[in-house]
């Protein structure tokens, strides 16, 4: 069983910087797809960033350039570093895992944490 818990949020005031990190239990598999999503109130939540066994990374066109996914050399946590933060990214920020390692940005994965919320000023 995989468990993935979620810290590092908070307040910040737009064009701040925050980074998330989500402390990962349990066995993941060198193939699987690790992914930050959000979802703000009234909206569908939505996949930000996605990083494979291979570390190559996928962003939503959003974040592209402001956000920055990464994971330890462990492999124990998994990190989302957000700078440049606007008003919009405001919601609940999930970290998920999954065995599929296609998955990129696709809201199936099959492991969530708890979420963490962010919420930016202007």
């Known amino acids: 069983q995989v468990q993935l818990v979620e810290s590092g949020g908070g307040s910040v005031q737009a064009g701040g910087s925050l980074r998330l990190s989500c402390a990962v239990y349990?066995?993941?598999?060198?193939?699987?797809?690790l992914g930050w999503f959000r979802q703000a109130p009234g909206k569908e939540r939505e996949g930000v960033a996605a990083?494979?066994?291979?570390?190559?990374?996928d962003y939503a066109n959003s974040v592209k350039g402001r956000f920055t996914i990464s994971q330890d050399s462990a492999k124990n946590t998994l990190y989302l570093q957000m700078d440049r933060l606007k008003p919009e990214d405001s919601a609940m920020y999930y970290c998920?895992?999954?065995?599929?390692?296609?998955?990129?940005?696709?809201?199936?994965?099959?492991?969530w944490g708890q979420g963490t919320q962010v919420a930016v000023s202007s």
């Open positions: 349990g066995y993941i598999g060198n193939d699987w797809t």
């Open positions: 998920a895992a999954d065995p599929r390692w296609w998955l990129w940005l696709r809201d199936e994965y099959q492991y």
């Open positions: 990083m494979n066994y291979a570390g190559i990374t």
